[in-house]
């Protein structure tokens, strides 16, 4: 993943930082192959396995760690050794990579392993107690090999190094004040530095202390403040809660007012209705019986005026007769009669 940085740890030695997956990936398949002799024959050494060394373990470290490069953290998780069960062996640039695989490619495999031995005892501490005397070997090369490198003698080109090789035997009388020298200032280091590490060590617990202190002081306060908050909160939810019920039991009356409104407006309705059918039954026949009665009077005008008629023209048709019925002959006279005629 793009920005994580995959690390490789170490106690003795300097960690190797890698900005990328195919950075890392790249280097341990390329210290793969410069160890690949070198680990075959250590992992095939019966000496080892039969005082109890797990030397399998370390033939397998390349392919363990390089079937774990999904992520940087995961990897990183891997080392120091005292964190997992893998052990890479020395970077070859390093001084004791370089001094192990130059005796092995030398035939001095003796040698190298007693070097690889005092690498794994510094960054393991699991060697068994028979292996003390190949581990203070070892350990007394890296010494010679520091010693040397601290000499102007490294620095001579490659094409000098072995006309260099047949002139030591004559100079090493003379180097030997000097490597002791070297020694003692490397002694006087390791102490400088094992004073600066238990300096640094009282510093780094003083810290925590401090640390502890103020985490402690911090959860204290945290919970202090989480009852108060809880507290408020608490308060804040029962007058929510309250004024809910309240809201509720107005709303009921109101509830209750609207409806018992309804009630009284269906029955006015309903009252209303009981009223209205009638009084719209009655007019309706009001109508009616005008319509009715308006048309008998149209009726009653009409006969009238016939009756009228009839009565003026039977006088002027029957007039005559009608005078004369009333009148009786009684022999030569006429006499009126009020019979009929």
Not at 65 to 77: D, P, W
């Amino acid at each position: 993943m793009a920005g994580e940085t995959y690390r490789i740890q170490y106690k003795s030695l300097d960690d190797l930082e890698f900005k990328s997956r195919a950075s890392v990936e790249k280097y341990l398949k390329e210290e793969e192959a410069v160890w690949r002799e070198f680990l075959l024959w250590f992992i095939n050494d019966e000496k080892l396995a039969s005082v109890g060394l797990q030397v399998r373990n370390f033939g397998r470290s390349f392919g363990n760690v390089l079937s774990n490069l999904e992520n940087a953290t995961g990897f990183n998780r891997q080392f120091p050794f005292s964190r997992s069960n893998v052990l890479l062996p020395p970077p070859s640039r390093t001084l004791v990579g370089q001094l192990t695989l130059g005796l092995f490619n030398n035939g001095n495999q003796k040698d190298a392993v007693s070097v690889y031995l005092c690498f794994i005892s510094l960054e393991a501490h699991t060697l068994p107690g028979n292996l003390k005397g190949r581990k203070e070997q070892g350990a007394a090369l890296v010494a010679g090999a520091k010693a040397a490198e601290a000499l102007p003698f490294h620095q001579i080109s490659s094409q000098k190094r072995a006309g260099a090789a047949r002139m030591a035997e004559a100079h090493a009388a003379a180097m030997a004040e000097e490597v002791e020298g070297a020694e003692r200032e490397r002694e006087t280091l390791t102490e400088t530095m094992s004073h600066m590490a238990e300096s640094w060590s009282r510093t780094f617990e003083t810290n925590q202390k401090l640390v502890e202190v103020r985490e402690e002081r911090q959860s204290v306060e945290f919970d202090l403040s989480l009852k108060e908050f809880k507290s408020t909160f608490d308060g804040e939810m029962i007058q929510i809660e309250e004024s809910f019920r309240a809201r509720m039991s107005e709303h009921a009356l109101e509830q209750e007012a609207h409806g018992a409104r309804y009630e009284e407006l269906l029955d006015k309705f309903l009252v209303q209705m009981q009223y209205r059918a009638p009084v719209k039954l009655w007019g309706d026949r009001q109508e009616g019986h005008i319509e009715a009665s308006g048309k008998a009077f149209k009726r009653f005008i009409g006969f009238a005026c016939v009756a009228v008629l009839i009565a003026l023209l039977v006088p002027f048709f029957a007039g005559d007769y009608i005078a004369a019925s009333f009148y009786q002959t009684q022999g030569t006279e006429q006499v009126f009669s009020v019979k009929d005629p």
